[in-house]
């Protein structure tokens, strides 16, 4: 009986010019996102590559030179691209890809399109997630709105009612009608998505991006199906289909554009970030009295410390070099303050991200985009988790430099290290959390996401019970 | 088959049905007469179940149409002044839908054998029912009527606007039902039709059923006498 309405609804709605209209606008910017994506990610990544390999090369043929100068001139670490941002690219415009790892600074992430773009583009952007997060819910919306009160106004509805339909059969046939038409033109879409995501990564890294696109995938199933269940819920009980097609656009709107504007608006002024300016500033100000200044409390104290360790009564007569000590010293100074500094920073956006995932209790593509960008690998927490391990990378090079010229460099003339010694440091490797670290820190949004599309599910149900032929 | 018990209707306290007691045996065709708004619509939406009554009870075949709203409906078909169908779909395809949302399940064949039965030329069963006219969706109303085997027909003005020879062929239509042993009721304002089609006809006014009649007692000129001695305050 289901499936019979289902059928029915489906025929009639791919019969429906508008639906067809409508539809091949939608399929056609989402495939057209994901190729766009596709296009963008295979740039990026041969970018990347070739920047990774430039920068390492870089590195090993620097020539003779004093490990600390090769500690300034650094290397460049680059975030790898993870294949699934071709559908959503999350926080990465405005956090950065690549970050330039050099002597005492850990320095802000650089190539942040978003600085360089103007306000509407922020709307303007074409991506996978936009298509699936604000259109396909407005499709859904067109074709559910009448779904009840168009039958009560043609007078089909008393007629299904007089043969002994049963309400509740007729929202879920209708719900599962819907599904189909959508199907119709997500499931190609996603077979585009996948192919292109092959095509891009090769089949190892597609293997090893499944579980992440299962979640996604679910994700956004959840989220439709809780905008399927709202629109009929709506439609069941409103007087009319024009005001059932109100009430659902004003609900798109508030969910898709007001409620992430507003959510971004209270999470800056519940929980307020440092601007860059006034971050960089107060590293600053923590910094002063690097390890170059012998002169400051800290290298006396450190002098001490060493000409105990050694059992020594000057200077002159310890085995190491002392600059190797005072730069590691100051070194391991500085990672403390850029320590604090970073955690009290990652603790306030962790804050702000708090009060997003309060507000998509109230608007579910809140929720959405934050389990998309989340399983796609751009959003804050991954963008965090790679920081650290270039961090750790970099205080590792810093380390290395430092303890050769310690064990090294004497403490007379001007002491020179070569390729050996930067074929110590091994070449930077990033692995990403896998999906399991990323659901651990999603499974809020997704219940949230669940627990929408199950109260819209009762709600459907309850109001078609309701539903008056007249 | 159909039977009312005392059944009644108000809204906000403007009576629409006064207690009503109204029974229609298998093979009888029962004919509402009355002006607008004397209550006909009302007594078939109550057996429907379209609107919760006041006060009494409807039954169809026995089944209280409140307590056994979705029973009660698989013995009778309804057929209302217009009959809406899917306008995307064909005639055959809506006939094939409502068929098995009323749990039948019948080959194309049988479903152009209804069709046929209720008087649809077989070019026209598949052209999509948006090109239909008024006479050609009633069919599609009486072939699901017929599909359905429905032991209990409640019609709403159905032959209203339909040109005579689709009146005529409507009404013999129902008198074939009828003959098969449906009960029949039927809201009217076509005098003529009443009296050639129904067993009985019953005068309703100001929510009342004010008389009624066995047609076989009455010449035509006698039913509209009498109606408009009735519609007169």
């Given at each position: 009986m289901i499936l019979r309405i289902a059928r029915k609804e489906m025929t009639e709605m791919v019969r429906d010019g508008r639906f067809r209209a409508a539809g091949a606008i939608v399929f056609t910017l989402l495939a057209g996102a994901l190729l766009l994506g596709w296009q963008h990610y295979r740039e990026v990544s041969a970018q990347h590559a070739a920047a990774q390999k430039a920068t390492r090369d870089q590195w090993l043929r620097q020539g003779k030179k004093n490990p600390h100068s090769a500690a300034h001139y650094g290397v460049y670490a680059f975030k790898p691209k993870v294949p699934l941002t071709m559908v959503d690219r999350g926080t990465d415009p405005y956090t950065g890809v690549a970050v330039w790892l050099e002597a005492h600074k850990q320095n802000e992430f650089k190539y942040r399109p978003a600085q360089d773009a103007t306000a509407v583009q922020r709307f303007g952007e074409l991506t996978g997630a936009t298509v699936l997060q604000l259109l396909v819910p407005l499709l859904i919306v067109l074709?559910?709105?009448?779904?009840?009160?168009?039958?009560?106004?043609?007078?089909?509805?008393?007629?299904?009612?007089?043969?002994?339909?049963?309400?509740?059969?007729?929202?879920?046939?209708?719900?599962?009608?819907?599904?189909?038409?959508?199907?119709?033109?997500?499931?190609?879409?996603?077979?585009?998505?996948?192919?292109?995501?092959?095509?891009?990564?090769?089949?190892?890294?597609?293997?090893?991006?499944?579980?992440?696109?299962?979640?996604?995938?679910?994700?956004?199933?959840?989220?439709?199906?809780?905008?399927?269940?709202?629109?009929?819920?709506?439609?069941?009980?409103?007087?009319?289909?024009?005001?059932?097609?109100?009430?659902?656009?004003?609900?798109?709107?508030?969910?898709?554009?007001?409620?992430?504007?507003?959510?971004?608006?209270?999470?800056?002024?519940?929980?307020?970030?440092?601007?860059?300016?006034?971050?960089?500033?107060?590293?600053?100000?923590?910094?002063?009295?690097?390890?170059?200044?012998?002169?400051?409390?800290?290298?006396?104290?450190?002098?001490?410390?060493?000409?105990?360790?050694?059992?020594?009564?000057?200077?002159?007569?310890?085995?190491?070099?002392?600059?190797?000590?005072?730069?590691?010293?100051?070194?391991?100074?500085g990672n403390q303050v850029f320590d604090a500094a970073y955690s009290d920073l990652w603790k306030t956006f962790g804050e702000q991200e708090g009060v997003h995932r309060a507000v998509s209790v109230f608007a579910p593509a809140l929720a959405v985009r934050s389990t998309s960008m989340a399983f796609a690998g751009a959003d804050f927490p991954q963008h965090a988790h790679f920081a650290q391990a270039a961090e750790e990378y970099r205080r590792m090079i810093q380390r290395v430099m430092n303890e050769d010229i310690m064990k090294n460099a004497g403490s007379t003339g001007v002491y020179m290290a070569g390729g050996d010694l930067w074929r110590k440091v091994p070449p930077f490797s990033y692995t990403a959390p896998d999906a399991g670290w990323v659901l651990a820190r999603q499974s809020p949004s997704l219940a949230i996401l669940a627990l929408w599309c199950a109260a819209a599910g009762v709600a459907a149900m309850w109001a078609s019970r309701r539903v008056q032929v007249y | 088959m159909l039977e009312a018990n005392a059944l009644a209707k108000s809204y906000n306290g403007t009576t629409a049905l006064h207690p009503l007691n109204l029974s229609i045996e298998p093979g009888e065709i029962f004919c509402l007469l009355g002006a607008n708004g004397a209550g006909k619509t009302t007594t078939i939406n109550l057996f429907l179940n379209f609107i919760p009554p006041t006060a009494g009870t409807a039954k169809i075949g026995g089944l209280d149409?409140?307590?056994?709203?979705?029973?009660?409906?698989?013995?009778?078909?309804?057929?209302?002044?217009?009959?809406?169908?899917?306008?995307?779909?064909?005639?055959?395809?809506?006939?094939?839908?409502?068929?098995?949302?009323?749990?039948?399940?019948?080959?194309?064949?049988?479903?152009?054998?209804?069709?046929?039965?209720?008087?649809?030329?077989?070019?026209?069963?598949?052209?999509?029912?948006?090109?239909?006219?008024?006479?050609?969706?009633?069919?599609?109303?009486?072939?699901?009527?017929?599909?359905?085997?429905?032991?209990?027909?409640?019609?709403?003005?159905?032959?209203?606007?339909?040109?005579?020879?689709?009146?005529?062929?409507?009404?013999?239509?129902?008198?074939?039902?009828?003959?098969?042993?449906?009960?029949?009721?039927?809201?009217?304002?076509?005098?003529?039709?009443?009296?050639?089609?129904?067993?009985?006809?019953?005068?309703?006014?100001?929510?009342?059923?004010?008389?009624?009649?066995?047609?076989?007692?009455?010449?035509?000129?006698?039913?509209?006498?009498?109606?408009?001695?009735?519609?007169?305050?």
């Open positions: 074709l559910t709105f009448n779904a009840f009160s168009g039958e009560r106004e043609l007078g089909t509805l008393r007629q299904l009612r007089s043969l002994g339909v049963s309400q509740t059969d007729l929202a879920r046939g209708k719900a599962l009608g819907v599904a189909g038409a959508l199907g119709l033109l997500l499931v190609p879409a996603a077979l585009i998505g996948v192919v292109a995501l092959t095509a891009a990564s090769g089949q190892t890294d597609m293997i090893a991006s499944a579980p992440r696109m299962a979640w996604m995938t679910l994700s956004y199933l959840l989220y439709f199906a809780a905008f399927v269940g709202i629109s009929l819920a709506v439609s069941a009980s409103a007087p009319s289909s024009r005001s059932a097609l109100i009430v659902l656009l004003g609900f798109w709107m508030f969910n898709g554009l007001i409620a992430p504007r507003a959510a971004s608006d209270i999470a800056k002024a519940v929980r307020p970030a440092p601007s860059a300016f006034q971050f960089a500033q107060g590293i600053g100000k923590a910094l002063q009295g690097d390890g170059h200044n012998s002169a400051s409390a800290r290298g006396k104290r450190l002098e001490a410390e060493l000409l105990k360790k050694y059992n020594v009564d000057k200077v002159e007569a310890l085995p190491i070099t002392l600059t190797g000590a005072r730069l590691q010293d100051g070194e391991e100074h | 149409v409140v307590q056994q709203p979705l029973e009660s409906k698989r013995l009778l078909a309804y057929i209302p002044e217009q009959v809406m169908l899917y306008k995307n779909l064909t005639g055959i395809e809506n006939l094939e839908y409502f068929t098995s949302l009323a749990r039948g399940s019948h080959t194309k064949a049988e479903l152009l054998g209804f069709l046929e039965e209720a008087g649809l030329a077989r070019a026209d069963a598949d052209k999509r029912v948006a090109a239909y006219s008024k006479g050609m969706r009633q069919k599609v109303g009486i072939a699901i009527a017929i599909a359905k085997k429905a032991r209990a027909l409640l019609l709403d003005e159905p032959t209203s606007g339909l040109d005579p020879k689709a009146s005529n062929e409507f009404s013999e239509l129902l008198k074939k039902l009828s003959g098969q042993g449906a009960a029949i009721l039927m809201a009217t304002h076509d005098l003529f039709r009443a009296k050639e089609t129904g067993t009985r006809v019953g005068i309703m006014k100001h929510g009342h059923l004010v008389a009624q009649y066995a047609t076989s007692e009455l010449g035509h000129a006698d039913l509209e006498r009498i109606y408009l001695e009735h519609m007169h305050d």
